[in-house]
């Protein structure tokens, strides 16, 4: 099993910045493409930032240039540095990881809560 663990949310004004961590444990081995997802209140989740193959990046259009996803694999950690923030990003932000050995099988933070807000 795996677990996810997010931390770093918060209140933040906007243009502000802030950094989310996903530490990774468990059966760490079994997984790949740790990423961040965002859901907002009435909206469907939606890719944030994901790394893909290798050290492939995928951003979504909406925080390219101020979003930039990164690892630790060391410390078995996905950070997420948002910049720039303004009031459409604020959503719980939840960490994604997938199995890499069986198809369809992915994992889930509880997620954590990014307020944009003057």
């Known amino acids: 099993q795996v677990q996810l663990v997010e931390s770093g949310g918060g209140l933040v004004q906007p243009g502000g910045s802030l950094r989310l961590s996903c530490t990774a444990s468990?059966?760490?081995?079994?997984?790949?493409?740790m990423g961040w997802y965002r859901q907002a209140p009435g909206k469907q989740r939606e890719l944030v930032a994901t790394f893909t193959s290798g050290d492939k990046t995928n951003y979504a259009e909406s925080v390219k240039g101020r979003f930039t996803i990164s690892r630790d694999n060391a410390k078995n950690t996905v950070y997420l540095q948002m910049n720039s923030l303004n009031p459409e990003d604020t959503a719980v932000y939840f960490c994604?990881?997938?199995?890499?050995?069986?198809?369809?099988?992915?994992?889930w933070g509880q997620g954590t809560q990014v307020t944009v807000s003057s």
């Open positions: 468990g059966s760490i081995f079994s997984i790949t493409a």
């Open positions: 994604k990881a997938r199995n890499k050995y069986v198809t369809g099988i992915n994992y």
